[in-house]
């Protein structure tokens, strides 16, 4: 590749795209809530929310100096990651508290980056966090998963028109945003009815002596104040 063409990669990737129009902001919100509401669309686009959850336990257990094992994807949108490392201690803390708080950080990073027009960087970037990711899945329905949700993301980014592109990255963002809400509503529930009793809030309680209701208002917080902050930025309020 010669140096002409890696200045026009390096301006398409780290370029600033135009701001696309308002409907499409808007429209991208009601279709991400399409498939965050509805019971049975939630079942099938949970699968993504479990992706950054898993993900995101991963990522901070590297961060955190401890020993990635691999990562589980399983059918009924439940995950699991595993890591070695100390048992204790603030990584192992850090590591619990990333899951449930991963897709709705990730959101507001990509409203962040949409806000500053960066959309395709923010369409590269999903692919290679996915692609790492890939190297750690441990089991086959994980694997497909990965490889069919990056593959969208490389195909978008590389052959769609700059509209698709706004209109796919600003509806990844939303439903990331909207679709960190609703799981920490969900184990909560499960807990009032003596369900998901090794959660990661029960652990996150037993690792700190804090109780699991003071953690799931952790969650909430995280997801609701970047809900409201990411959706500002979207909205370029």
Not at 4 to 11: K, P, R, S, V
Not at 12 to 17: L, P, S
Request: glycine share 10%.
């Amino acid at each position: 590749m010669d140096s002409t063409a890696l200045a026009d990669l390096w301006d398409r990737v780290f370029g600033a795209q135009s701001d696309p129009a308002t409907w499409l902001v808007i429209a991208t919100a009601v279709a991400a809530l399409a498939v965050v509401l509805p019971h049975n669309a939630w079942r099938f686009s949970r699968n993504a929310v479990t992706i950054a959850h898993e993900g995101g336990h991963g990522l901070v257990a590297l961060l955190t100096g401890r020993r990635l094992d691999g990562i589980r994807l399983h059918s009924d949108t439940s995950g699991l990651t595993v890591s070695r490392g100390k048992p204790t201690g603030l990584g192992m803390i850090l590591t619990a508290a990333a899951g449930y708080t991963a897709p709705s950080l990730l959101g507001l990073g990509g409203a962040w980056l949409l806000a500053a027009n960066h959309i395709t960087l923010l369409l590269w970037l999903a692919t290679a966090l996915l692609l790492v990711m890939l190297v750690m899945i441990r089991n086959a329905y994980g694997v497909l998963t990965v490889v069919v949700t990056g593959g969208a993301f490389l195909l978008v980014s590389w052959l769609t028109s700059a509209t698709v592109q706004a209109a796919f990255a600003y509806g990844v963002v939303w439903f990331l945003l909207l679709g960190g809400v609703r799981p920490v509503f969900e184990l909560q529930a499960k807990r009032r009815h003596g369900g998901a009793a090794d959660s990661d809030a029960d652990q996150l309680a037993r690792l700190t002596h804090v109780a699991p209701a003071m953690w799931l208002f952790l969650f909430h917080a995280v997801s609701l104040c970047s809900l409201v902050g990411g959706g500002r930025w979207l909205l370029g309020l």
